[in-house]
Each structure stands twice: as C-alpha cells, then as structure tokens.
T-cell receptor, first 114, second 115 residues
Framework: AQSVTQLGSHVSVSEGALVLLRCNYS??????LFWYVQYPNQGLQLLLK??????LVKGINGFEAEFKKSETSFHLTKPSAHMSDAAEYFC????????????FGTGTKLQVIP | EPEVTQTPSHQVTQMGQEVILRCVPI?????FYWYRQILGQKVEFLVS????????KSEIFDDQFSVERPDGSNFTLKIRSTKLEDSAMYFC?????????????FGPGTRLTVL
C-alpha cells in the first residue's frame, strides 16, 4: 500500500526566507510523486511532479523538489518565499498500473510573514 | 486554458436527501475521478471512471454512491441518502490517459453540507 506523510501541518516563514515543506512516502513499487497547491476556496493545482529521470524537479512559481529514494523523501523547496505563496500544499503519490488513484498527504499550510 | 468545472460550488441538504454533484471534465480527457476532503483532513480518493464504467473505487464508495457520465460532457456523483458524515469538499478530476505519472486536473470543488 502507498502512503504519504507530511511533517508539519503548519509552517511559517518570513517573506524572502527559504521555504522547506517535508514529505516522505511509502510505496512498494517505484512511485510517481506530486506536489499540489490549494489556494483558499480553490481547487488543487499541480506544482510539480516526478515520474522518472532527473531527481531534481522544477515546478511553477519557483518551487522545486528532489526525489531521494534512499530517504523515501520528496521535499518541496523555494529559495525565497513570497506573500502569494501562502496556501496549503499537498504531497501525493501514485504508481504505474491501474487507473491511478492519487494518494494525498494531510497537507501543510504555509504562512508567509511580511 | 482548459479547466475542470464543478457545480454547484456549495450545496446544503438535509440528512437522508439525495444529492447530485456535477462536473464538466476537460473535453479531450478520458479518465475521470472523484475525491473528497472532509474539513481538516486529507484529500481521499473515491472512484475512477473510464469507458463508461468504474475502474477503481475505495471503501468509502459504498452503495450510497454512484457515478455517471450521462452525456458527452458531464460527469456526476450521486449520493442517494446523505449522512452527516458526507459533509465534505468533493473534487472532480480528469486526465488524458491513465498511468501514474499523468497529471490529473482538479476542479474547484463542491462543498457539501449535510444538516
């Protein structure tokens, strides 16, 4: 069975500071990994994804994530937080085969302090 | 840019009533999904649908739930007799093809409140 653990339900950073949102996964087969962002009263928007190939993945809005198989991690980073980054972020996993349900983590709410 | 749309944005119903949540997936997508998010909890998979039949469902998706693609554009989720615990945000998603790396595009959600 696949699962996702996000450490920290709330993270606060100062504007301009590094953003680091942690995600660890559990999967018995090679995973596909995603980060989604949810702004208030909106749907889920894909930030980035890892399927195969380069383990450092760049996404929209300056975010990136690195797949580390040895650590079963897929942490999300951004060098410099912007006020508009305040949102909830979900790490998610799926895997090849079948019709690809996505399993989500519990989410991390990012607060950016001016 | 194409997007998934959902109606209504908010539905309030009495316990025991039937509700139908509607979704219009992206037009050339072939795979359709429903997820739900109970307030304060994570997003959970309910069901996937392809070629006019359910391809996978979770244990949440019991006999009270059904899905349908009544025409070429809409994808609906019906809850036959709502319970208080069905109160949640329901997200529809669609993808061009299956395969774990293929992006699912999510709609804005319908907030269902069961009183």
């Amino acid at each position: 069975a696949q699962s996702v653990t996000q450490l920290g339900s709330h993270v606060s950073v100062s504007e301009g500071a590094l953003v680091l949102l942690r995600c660890n996964y559990s999967s018995s087969v090679p995973p596909y990994l995603f980060w989604y962002v949810q702004y208030p009263n909106q749907g889920l928007q894909l930030l980035l994804k890892y399927t195969t190939g380069a383990t450092l993945v760049k996404g929209i809005n300056g975010f990136e994530a690195e797949f580390k198989k040895s650590e079963t991690s897929f942490h999300l980073t951004k060098p410099s937080a912007h006020m508009s980054d305040a949102a909830e972020y979900f790490c998610a996993v799926s895997f090849s085969g079948g019709y690809q349900k996505v399993t989500f983590g519990t989410g991390t709410k990012l607060q950016v302090i001016p | 840019e194409p997007e998934v749309t959902q109606t209504p944005s908010h539905q309030v119903t009495q316990m025991g009533q039937e509700v139908i949540l509607r979704c219009v997936p992206i037009s050339n997508h072939l795979y359709f999904y429903w997820y739900r998010q109970i307030l304060g909890q994570k997003v959970e998979f309910l069901v996937s649908f392809y070629n006019n039949e359910i391809s996978e469902k979770s244990e949440i998706f019991d006999d009270q739930f059904s899905v349908e693609r009544p025409d070429g554009s809409n994808f609906t989720l019906k809850i036959r007799s709502t319970k208080l615990e069905d109160s949640a945000m329901y997200f529809c998603a669609s993808s061009w093809k299956a395969g774990g790396g293929n992006e699912q595009f999510f709609g804005p959600g319908t907030r269902l409140t069961v009183l």
